[in-house]
């Protein structure tokens, strides 16, 4: 069966720092990982994926996220968070022979702080 | 392209009434998904179809819940009738062909039974 961990309900940063926003996966086959960013009262944005090939994606609005292979995680990452990045944010599995819905994480709900 | 489109965008209604909430899936997308947003239960994969063909409802809470799509350009989700612990955000997404893409949500609709 497919699962995802975000282990974190709150992250908080202060702006200007490195943000990291974790992220685990379980699944039976190759994953495809994607991140989602959800704004209050919006739809979820797609931020980035991991399909194959480089294992540091790069996305949207200067994120990126490192696909670890043994480690079963996918965390995104931000060089510098900016108070616009104040947002919850959901990971998503799906494997590559499987069914072609998702199975999102609970959420993470980032702070960052001025 | 304007993206997914929801209709109502709030809805409001008593114990009992019928509920249907609109999706206009992106032009040329073969995938469209009904998910529900809660607090207490996060986000949760209702049904999702393929061409118009419903693949995966085993997420339909309750015989209480039907989705159809008659046609590539709509897909309605209707409660009847409703109940108070209907309430919730209710998204609509589409994506195209292929596990590997990524899915575009649209702005939800906000559903209060009272």
């Known amino acids: 069966a497919q699962s995802v961990a975000q282990p974190e309900d709150q992250v908080n940063v202060a702006e200007g720092n490195p943000l990291t926003v974790k992220c685990t996966y379980s699944?039976?086959?190759?994953?495809?990982l994607f991140w989602y960013v959800q704004y209050p009262n919006r739809g979820l944005q797609f931020l980035l994926k991991?399909?194959?090939?480089?294992?540091l994606v790069k996305g949207s609005y200067g994120f990126e996220a490192e696909f670890n292979k043994s480690q079963t995680s996918f965390h995104l990452k931000k060089p510098s968070a900016l108070v616009s990045d104040s947002a919850l944010y959901f990971c998503?599995?799906?494997?590559?022979?499987?069914?072609?819905?998702?199975?999102f994480g609970t959420g993470t709900r980032l702070t960052v702080i001025p | 392209d304007a993206g997914v489109i929801q209709s109502p965008r709030h809805e409001v209604t008593e114990m009992g009434q019928e509920v249907t909430l609109r999706c206009k899936p992106i032009?040329?997308?073969?995938?469209l998904f009904w998910y529900r947003q809660t607090m207490m239960r996060g986000l949760e994969l209702l049904i999702y179809?393929?061409?118009?063909?419903?693949?995966?409802d085993s997420g339909m809470p309750e015989d209480r819940f039907s989705a159809k799509m008659p046609n590539a350009s709509f897909s309605t989700l209707k409660i009847q009738p409703s109940e108070p612990r209907d309430s919730a955000v209710y998204f609509c997404?589409?994506?195209?062909?292929?596990?590997?893409?990524?899915?575009?949500f649209g702005p939800g609709t906000r559903l209060t039974v009272l």
């Open positions: 998503a599995v799906r494997v590559l022979t499987g069914a072609n819905n998702l199975f």
């Open positions: 997404a589409s994506s195209e062909r292929g596990s590997y893409n990524e899915q575009f």
């Open positions: 179809f393929n061409n118009n063909v419903p693949i995966d």
């Open positions: 032009s040329g997308h073969d995938y």
């Open positions: 699944v039976s086959g190759n994953p495809y």
């Open positions: 991991y399909i194959t090939g480089d294992n």
